[in-house]
């Protein structure tokens, strides 16, 4: 059975940095792509980044120039490094794998920006 299990969440004031990662386990279809999306209380979940099998990037306009996304194939491992954080990141972070035929979700980690 796969599991996706996410790590790296936690309390930080504006302007730190946090570094999420997660990491699939058990065997699984190659992986199309990788990403992370968002929810924070009352609003909707909402796409992060993502990055493709060949490497391709794309963040919502609200993340652009202060997270990046990057994956590591042979260890079927995805990773957020969040920079310049704001008040208004503070959500639950899940992560998303896309195969050809499934798609996996982590469990979600809290992420919160104190002001």
């Known amino acids: 059975q796969v599991q996706l299990v996410e790590s790296g969440g936690g309390l930080v004031q504006a302007g730190g940095s946090l570094r999420l990662s997660c990491a699939a386990s058990g065997s699984m279809f190659s992986i199309l792509t990788m990403g992370w999306y968002r929810q924070a209380p009352g609003k909707e979940h909402k796409l992060v980044a993502r990055i493709t099998s060949g490497g391709s990037t794309n963040y919502a306009d609200s993340v652009k120039g202060r997270f990046t996304i990057s994956r590591d194939n042979a260890k079927n491992t995805v990773y957020l490094q969040m920079n310049s954080l704001k008040p208004e990141d503070t959500a639950v972070y899940y992560c998303?794998?896309?195969?050809?035929?499934?798609?996996?979700w982590g469990q979600g980690a809290q992420v919160t920006v104190s002001s």
């Open positions: 998303h794998f896309e195969t050809d035929y499934v798609e996996y």
